[in-house]
């Protein structure tokens, strides 16, 4: 089989594009550039969340087409959350409110299934930030280290694009950033993405985002109650992480939140 068979593909990533596979499955095709470790590595993750009892797909084997890896899914048919906010913005509160309620019931979740350490994660991510001044590195890891620990289900990159709107209900998708570690930290994962500005984005859905992750903090505290001055503190670690990602749209305003908090 090669590439050009499988026909257009259904959606676009930055490290994959998905195409249709066998009736109830797709087929998460990795960049050439993308590792065999790194595709071996998501399907180990997602085998081990989809253990948890969680809304997630089903992931089945690895496969090789033209020297690409892919992985298997099960297929959900629905619009993710950001793109259903998009033609229906006079739904984000209760959007808002489906986001905390997915979140919460993760970092509740007994079933913990074998994931790397968030701390270690995030440590490695901000060591690898090219953009980041010696300095604030050195200031990241210090504060990352002086940080409380967890042992909690992460989803590392949790937002309405990772949601998908089923007939079912909502299913999250994209495990590959999964650890597990402080539910703080992963509050203050989706905080960063939800704030950061996007040159691309109209100024709609930017006030949609802004009142979007209000109502999802509000509801999130209500069903996980934390420490508010902890999560304020996870913000600048979280954010240096990110810049390792080297979107550059972003960097300047990562490097701002970054500065405001370590310095």
């Known amino acids: 089989m090669s590439v050009k068979s499988l026909g257009k593909p259904i959606a676009l990533g930055r490290t994959a594009e998905i195409y249709p596979w066998k009736e109830d499955q797709v087929l998460k095709l990795f960049k050439d550039w993308f590792s065999a470790d790194g595709a071996k590595y998501e399907a ?24 690409r ?3 298997i899914y099960e297929r959900v048919e629905g619009p993710s959350m950001l793109e259903y906010l998009l033609t ?5 509160n209760r959007e808002a409110r489906v986001l905390a309620e997915l979140h919460a019931d993760m970092h509740s979740s007994n079933i913990l299934p074998e994931l790397p350490s968030q701390r270690q994660r995030l440590g490695d991510k901000i060591r690898s930030a090219t953009v980041l001044p010696p300095d604030l590195r050195e200031a990241g ?3 990352l280290s002086q940080m409380p620990d967890g042992s909690q289900l992460c989803h590392g990159d949790f937002h ?3 949601i998908l709107i089923a007939a079912r209900g909502p299913i999250i ?7 597990l570690g402080n539910p703080l930290a992963d509050v203050a994962r989706t905080w960063v993405i939800l704030s950061e500005p996007r040159l691309s984005i109209p100024w709609v ?6 009142r979007l992750l209000k109502s999802y903090l509000k509801r999130y505290f209500q069903l996980h109650p934390g420490d508010q001055g902890q999560f304020t503190a ?3 670690i979280v954010a240096a992480a990110r810049l390792n990602e080297n979107i550059l749209e972003t960097q300047e305003w990562l490097l701002a939140q970054v500065k405001a908090g370590l310095s």
């Open 234 to 236: 996870w913000l600048p």
């Open 160 to 162: 309405p694009g990772n």
């Open 141 to 143: 890891l210090r504060s």
């Open 44 to 67: 180990q993750i997602a085998r081990s969340v989809h253990t948890s009892g969680l809304p997630v797909p089903a992931v089945g084997e690895v496969v090789e087409i033209n020297g």
């Open 173 to 179: 998708i994209d495990w590959i950033d999964a650890t």
């Open 69 to 71: 890896l892919g992985l």
């Open 88 to 92: 229906k913005p006079w739904t984000f």
């Open 205 to 210: 859905a930017k006030v949609l985002r802004s």
